[in-house]
């Protein structure tokens, strides 16, 4: 099978365009639209006409700061999670996407097979 040299995949054109590769996204941005954004703008929607408009749960979400100290525990540790994901996770895709060693290959297999394990599991149940 012959390799791709960097020159050629910079020439590389869908359908002749040279912004067909935006129109690889479509799925993407459908499939987020369907399942992130819909049901996301639903809820505010919801939140702020029950059933007329109304800032009720917002106001009581302010009176009682119980919601707050919730809130600000909830981006809190997202923020945390998110930060020590990237510190790690970054820096081992790094080393497997530029590594063609043996270690890399243990490496992978060692990100990868947590994925597997609820499968695994599943068939032999």
């Known amino acids: 099978m012959a390799e791709l040299t960097l020159t050629q995949v910079k020439g590389l054109r869908l359908r002749g365009e040279p912004w067909g590769h935006v129109l690889l996204l ?8 369907v399942f992130f954004v819909y049901p996301l703008s639903g809820v505010l929607i919801q939140s702020v006409f029950d059933p007329k408009f109304t ?9 009682y700061p119980v919601y707050i100290r919730v809130l600000w525990n909830t981006l809190e540790i997202s923020i945390v999670v998110t930060l020590i994901c ?3 996770g970054y820096p081992v895709a790094y080393y497997l996407s530029a590594s063609k060693s043996n270690w ?20 032999l149940s």
């Not at 890399?104 to 068939?123: E, H, K, R, Y």
């Open 26 to 33: 479509g799925p993407l941005v459908g499939y987020l639209c």
């Open 104 to 123: 890399a290959m243990i490496l992978l297999i060692a990100v990868v097979l947590p994925f597997w394990i609820s499968v695994v599991v599943g068939t």
């Open 86 to 88: 990237v510190l790690l």
């Open 55 to 63: 800032s009720e749960h917002y106001l009581t979400m302010v009176k």
